[in-house]
Each structure stands twice: as structure tokens, then as C-alpha cells.
T-cell receptor, first 117, second 114 residues
């Protein structure tokens, strides 16, 4: 069965600090997809990134970067030089091979990030 | 595109009443998902549709919950009768294709059952 663990419930940093949000997943499939979503205080969920299991290249998008390591089943998210606007709940999610696991996307419990000015 | 549109944004109802939540997915998307978010249980997938057909409703908590998708541009989630423990934020999301593409979420309906 698939499972996503975000062990950090809350993180508090001061603006301009770097912060890493951890995500560990479990799956028996060799083909799967990982996602990060952001939920700001306004409540909507915003898609940040999608990565398939065959692409272990790390990705950087502005101040955001993602480190995917299959060996440790982790898909960590780093925000560099954090800003107050980064304050939100961040969700890691896993979706398995649609040929075996259907289209379900399972979300982690989320990590609430507070960035203080 | 206007994105996924949910209505109402807020709903307060008395226990025992019927509640209907509505969702209009993004045009062209062929998968639709209903999620429930609570502090205790986080984000839970209730049901998803592909090409208007319910594929998996194993996340629907009880028979009091039902969902329909009569056409590609509209879905409803109904709770009858509602109970206080149904209080949550209900999200609708849609995506395109069957390759586990990213889902686009609506702004949610905050349901309070008193």
C-alpha cells in the first residue's frame, strides 16, 4: 500500500533562512509519481511540482528546489532565502501506476511552515 | 480558464439536513476528484471519476455520502443526512489524462454541520 510521511508537523524560520521540508514515501510499484502542493492561508491547494519515478534529476525553480532520492524513498523540498509569503502548509503526495494502483493520489499530513519577518 | 469552481464556498446546516456540494471542473479535464480535509485526518480522497464514470469510491465514508457526475462539466457530492462529524473542507479537483498528471483544486467548500 502507498504511504506518504511528512514527519515535520510545523517548522518556524526567520525570513531569509533556508528551510527543507521532508517527505518519505512507500510504494511497491516501480512506476509512480510524486507531487508537492502548497496550501496558503487562503485555503486553496496550489500545484508546485510533479516528478515520475524514472526521473531522479533534482529540480530547481527559482528559490524552490527538490531532491528526489529513490534509494531513501525521499522527495525533499527546499526553499532558499525564505520569505513571509512562503508561509503555508505544504503537502507531499504520491500517485501509483494507473495500470495497477488506479488514479489515487495519497497526500501526506502536511508541514506547516511559518516564516517570520 | 476560470479554474475549478466549487459552490457554495461556505455552508452551515443543521444536523439531519441534506447538503449538496457542487463542482465545475476545468474544461477538457477528464478526471475529477473529491477530497475532504480535516485537522484530524488531513486530506482524504473520497471518490474519483474518469470520463464521468466513478472509478473508485472506497474513500466515501458512509452510505450517507454519494457523488454524481452527470456530464463532463459538473459533479455533485451529497450528504444525507448530515452529521456534525461531516464538518470539514471539501475540495474538488480535476486533471487531464491518465498519466497521474497534476490535479488542479477548487477553493473548497467549508461545511459546518451544527
Amino acid at each position: 500500500a502507498q504511504k506518504v510521511t511528512q514527519a515535520q508537523t510545523e517548522i518556524s524560520v526567520v525570513e531569509k533562512e533556508d528551510v527543507t521540508l521532508d517527505c518519505v514515501y512507500e510504494t511497491r510499484d516501480t512506476t509512480y509519481y510524486l507531487f508537492w502542493y502548497k496550501q496558503p492561508p487562503s485555503g486553496e491547494l496550489v500545484f508546485l511540482i510533479r516528478r515520475n519515478s524514472f526521473d531522479e534529476q533534482n529540480e530547481i525553480s527559482g528559490r524552490y528546489s527538490w531532491n528526489f532520492q529513490k534509494s531513501t524513498s525521499s522527495f525533499n523540498f527546499t526553499i532558499t532565502a525564505s520569505q513571509v509569503v512562503d508561509s503555508a502548509v505544504y503537502f507531499c503526495a504520491l500517485s501509483e501506476d494507473p495500470n495497477t494502483g488506479g488514479f489515487k493520489t495519497i497526500f501526506g499530513a502536511g508541514t506547516r511552515l511559518f516564516v517570520k519577518a | 480558464d476560470a479554474g475549478v469552481i466549487q459552490s457554495p464556498r461556505h455552508e452551515v446546516t443543521e444536523m439531519g439536513q441534506e447538503v449538496t456540494l457542487r463542482c465545475k471542473p476545468i474544461s477538457g479535464h477528464n478526471s475529477l476528484f473529491w477530497y475532504r480535509q480535516t485537522m484530524m485526518r488531513g486530506l482524504e480522497l473520497l471518490i474519483y471519476f474518469n470520463n464521468n464514470v466513478p472509478i473508485d469510491d472506497s474513500g466515501m465514508p458512509e452510505d450517507r455520502f454519494s457523488a454524481k457526475m452527470p456530464n463532463a462539466s459538473f459533479s455533485t457530492l451529497k450528504i444525507q443526512p448530515s452529521e456534525p462529524r461531516d464538518s470539514a473542507v471539501y475540495f474538488c479537483a480535476s486533471s487531464f489524462g491518465q498519466l497521474n498528471t497534476e490535479a488542479f483544486f477548487g477553493q473548497g467548500t467549508r461545511l459546518t454541520v451544527v
